[in-house]
């Protein structure tokens, strides 16, 4: 089962329906010495930014993989072994084996698609700053603009174009107070200005208190944490069009002084100062690393020899997967069949952890879903 990441895809959708995925199984083997056929993989394509959790039993996830490279894949469930059939295991002597082994079953996991958008700069504010207007005056994107608060309900994507460079501008929708909580889906919006190695910080130069909104904004990024407190600034003062933005500029700008950013003063429906700020975003990309595609492996810490078999109850049970398979492939309807299986669990060292656990005579064993009397 493999997942793929591809440019043709954008939305996670054709998962909504597509909840249980299985790759085609493989064939038992047939009569004249023929092997099974070996199962198919099954190659799934994901959008680029898809994040890959993994789910324990207490549906708890930890990242698996960061799918932000074309053609980047991830192995998400491997098939089980094919079993070795009768006559694998014949010999001089035992020319009529009744032993085998059973085939392993596939691995069967559960995951947590994540879709986090990737692009190079972020447009953040709060609603009605004017990021739609931005984008599309930026960008040929066409996102909808409205005079009224949450036209934007997820993000949407730009490219930038600079000279002979080119960059994909990113609008984020409008951020409240409390965005970092949930508070007006701001989390779902957050999530995606991780992606982004620089913002652009879109103010509204016509609202009373700009400083204050700029700090509002500050505040929600460094509360959501994913380093967006830290992400390179550009703070855009919108409107400048407007005569009393224009009368207080210098106001404003004192009271941004505190900013550790670049501040400008544009007018996205004017298209004053949008090219500028455009070039500006251009130059700081490119003192920025790109982003980089993630396979994190899991930790696997070094523990001692797991034991062959344990005592649940009354019953004593095998764990050696070599043995289970074995004992569950093989004839035990013929003598001749117990008795071969019986020389193979010496072999493998099972009938010793039998005997040194208390196993008698008569004693319950099972091996799987296959109980024998010992």
Request: no cysteine; hydrophobic share 35%.
């Given at each position: 089962m493999i997942l793929e990441g591809t440019s043709n895809e954008t939305t996670l959708a054709g998962f909504k329906h597509r909840k249980h995925l299985e790759?085609?199984?493989?064939?038992?083997?047939?009569?004249?010495?023929?092997?099974?056929?070996?199962?198919?993989?099954?190659?799934?394509?994901?959008?680029?930014?898809?994040q890959v959790w993994r789910l324990d039993q207490e549906g708890e996830g930890h990242l698996v993989g960061d799918l932000i490279e074309e053609g980047r894949s991830l192995v998400l469930a491997k098939g089980g072994k094919?079993?070795?059939?009768?006559?694998?295991?014949?010999?001089?002597?035992?020319?009529?084996?009744?032993?085998?082994?059973?085939?392993?079953?596939?691995?069967?996991?559960?995951y947590r698609l994540e879709l986090r958008l990737l692009a190079d700069v972020g447009i953040v504010g709060k609603p009605n700053a004017g990021k739609s207007t931005l984008l599309s005056v930026a960008t040929k994107a066409s996102p909808k603009i409205a005079p009224y608060p949450f036209t934007t309900l997820e993000p949407v994507l730009g490219v930038a174009t600079v000279g002979w460079k080119t960059f994909v501008l990113m609008e984020i929708p409008g951020l409240l107070k409390g965005a970092h909580k949930g508070i007006g889906l701001g989390h779902e919006f957050l999530r995606h200005?991780?992606?982004?190695?620089?913002?652009?910080?879109?103010?509204?130069?016509?609202?009373?208190?700009?400083?204050?909104?700029?700090?509002?904004?500050?505040?929600?990024?460094?509360?959501?944490?994913?380093?967006?407190?830290?992400?390179?600034?550009?703070?855009?003062?919108?409107?400048?069009?407007?005569?009393?933005?224009?009368?207080?500029k210098e106001e404003i700008r004192?009271?941004?002084?505190?900013?550790?950013?670049?501040?400008?003063?544009?007018?996205a429906a004017g298209n004053i100062g949008v090219?500028?700020?455009?070039?500006?975003?251009?130059?700081?990309?490119?003192?920025?690393?790109?982003?980089?595609?993630?396979?994190?492996?899991?930790?696997?810490?070094?523990?001692?020899?797991e034991p062959k078999v344990q005592k649940v109850g009354g019953v004593y049970e095998v764990l050696d997967e070599r043995a289970v398979r074995f004992v569950e492939?093989?004839?035990?309807?013929?003598?001749?069949?117990?008795v071969q299986v019986k020389l193979r669990l010496d072999r493998l060292g099972v009938t010793r952890a039998l005997e040194e656990a208390g196993i008698k005579h008569g004693d319950m064993v099972r091996f799987g879903k296959l109980?024998?009397?010992w």
């Open positions: 790759a085609e199984p493989g064939v038992n083997g047939s009569h004249k010495n023929m092997f099974g056929k070996r199962g198919k993989d099954l190659r799934v394509l994901a959008p680029l930014g898809t094919g079993g070795r059939g009768n006559a694998r295991f014949a010999t001089a002597t035992q020319q009529a084996p009744y032993i085998a082994e059973k085939g392993e079953p596939g691995e069967t996991l559960r200005a991780t992606r982004t190695r620089a913002l652009i910080h879109l103010v509204d130069g016509s609202q009373e208190d700009v400083a204050g909104a700029v700090h509002e904004i500050n505040d929600e990024l460094q509360a959501y944490g994913g380093g967006l407190d830290s992400r390179p600034q550009i703070v855009a003062v919108n409107k400048i069009d407007m005569p009393e933005v224009e009368a207080r004192r009271d941004l002084s505190w900013v550790k950013a670049p501040v400008r003063f544009i007018s090219q500028e700020l455009m070039q500006e975003a251009a130059t700081l990309l490119e003192t920025l690393p790109k982003s980089e595609a993630r396979v994190v492996e899991a930790e696997i810490e070094a523990t001692e020899e492939g093989s004839n035990l309807r013929e003598w001749a069949g117990r109980e024998l009397e």
